[in-house]
């Protein structure tokens, strides 16, 4: 019995082992080992105070949540630039008086990304979200930090599987 209970202890310690380039977010940074995300300018016609620190910041600190890669100012491995280039609110439900029941913001981001030692991973995309908020509420306060931190969150995770997962 002892022999099995040995066994099964190595077998278990082996399947934790890993080669040193993946994370339990399944994150591939290769032999990078550092990275550097540049402020993101906000370039769209309507301009929130204070979204770009606040979105740069995010990418940065998911990048560092979820890999093992150091955040440098400059000379990074991986390299994160771009800018906002649309935060925008439509209406998108009606009632019955053909005013607007619901409202979106939409924000999208223009992302160029560098991988210094794999140029082939290289890549510039847009990514977007969106959030639907009662219309009879002003985007201001709480409702403007709710619908900024889903918008947010969302965008930072599909660019993080966008460069650095095989997703």
């Known amino acids: 019995?002892?022999?099995?209970?040995?066994?099964?202890?190595?077998l278990l310690l082996f399947s934790f082992q890993s080669c040193g380039i993946y994370s339990f977010t399944g994150a591939d940074t290769g032999a990078a080992t550092t990275f550097q995300v540049n402020y993101f300018q906000n370039n769209a016609d309507i301009v929130e105070p204070g979204i770009d620190r606040a979105f740069t910041i995010r990418l940065q600190d998911l990048i560092q949540g979820q890999t093992n890669l150091s955040l440098t100012n400059d000379g990074g491995d991986?390299?994160?630039?771009?800018?906002?280039?649309?935060?925008?609110?439509?209406?998108i439900t009606?009632?019955?008086?053909?005013?607007?029941?619901?409202?979106?913001?939409t924000i999208a981001v223009n992302l160029r990304y560098y991988n210094?030692?794999?140029?082939?991973?290289?890549?510039?995309?847009q990514f977007s979200f969106y959030y639907d908020y009662d219309a009879n509420a002003q985007l201001t306060g709480p409702t403007l930090d709710t619908?900024?931190?889903?918008?947010?969150?969302?965008?930072?995770?599909?660019?993080?599987?966008?460069?650095?997962?095989?997703?």
């Open 78 to 91: 991986l390299i994160y630039e771009g800018e906002i280039i649309d935060y925008y609110v439509a209406p």
């Open 147 to 167: 619908a900024l931190e889903e918008i947010f969150s969302r965008i930072t995770q599909d660019i993080f599987n966008a460069t650095l997962t095989n997703w």
């Open 116 to 125: 210094t030692l794999q140029p082939e991973k290289d890549l510039e995309r």
């Open 1 to 10: 019995m002892n022999k099995i209970g040995f066994i099964l202890s190595c």
């Open 94 to 105: 009606a009632t019955a008086q053909n005013t607007a029941a619901q409202n979106r913001l």
